[in-house]
């Protein structure tokens, strides 16, 4: 039996190593190959990330470009709620002057042009009336501050208009206040009070 040096043991490959080198021959090939796959999802997934930023970045256009139209449609609503208040000033005048003139008083006749001239501005702004009257009760445009029995309209309709209301741009910005129509007391009721 020969002995082998030191050195001669440190090159000689062990049996171990021989058996570890086979696989790590084989993950070597398969990276090979797979370098494309990898790039290929990667890529892939790259791509999917950029469409959804792109999309949240259109979103985002979409949402502040509405943001700023609507700031601006309603950035008067307040200037135009205070002199909803005026208007209502110019009609009990013309309500209780209708009272006391005739209609072709020229004092009379003037407040009704300005009242008229005041709804077309407002109006040229996206300010129209809320019909009320006749119509069935809506939450969104009335405001029911009285219920009344009626045998003539069915319920929820809305009877009399106590304040009109006013919508800018089709949003309510101030509801109508109504009067609206309950079901009429039936004999049992009527005989129980």
Do not use: W
């Amino acid at each position: 039996m020969t002995r082998k040096s030191k050195k001669d043991k440190e090159t000689e490959p062990k049996a171990d190593a021989i058996a570890d080198a086979a696989p790590q021959a084989d993950d070597d090939a398969r990276r090979v190959v797979d370098p494309i796959g990898a790039l290929q999802a990667e890529r892939d997934d790259l791509l999917a990330r950029l469409q959804r930023t792109a999309a949240d970045y259109a979103n985002y256009q979409k949402r502040v470009q509405r943001e700023m139209t609507e700031a601006r449609d309603y950035a008067n609503t307040q200037l135009i709620t205070r002199l909803l208040s005026v208007l209502d000033d110019m009609e009990r005048a013309l309500e209780a002057a209708g009272g006391q003139c005739s209609d072709d008083d020229p004092l009379r006749t003037g407040m009704q042009l300005v009242h008229d001239k005041a709804l077309e501005v407002l109006g040229g702004f996206g300010v129209e009336t809320i019909d009320a009257v006749g119509q069935p009760f809506d939450p969104e445009a009335h405001a029911a501050l009285m219920q009344q029995p009626s045998d003539e309209h069915p319920p929820q309709t809305v009877l009399q208009e106590l304040q009109r209301g006013y919508k800018l741009k089709g949003r309510t910005i101030r509801p109508t206040s109504v009067i609206v129509s309950t079901e009429p007391p039936t004999e049992d009721a009527a005989d129980e009070e």
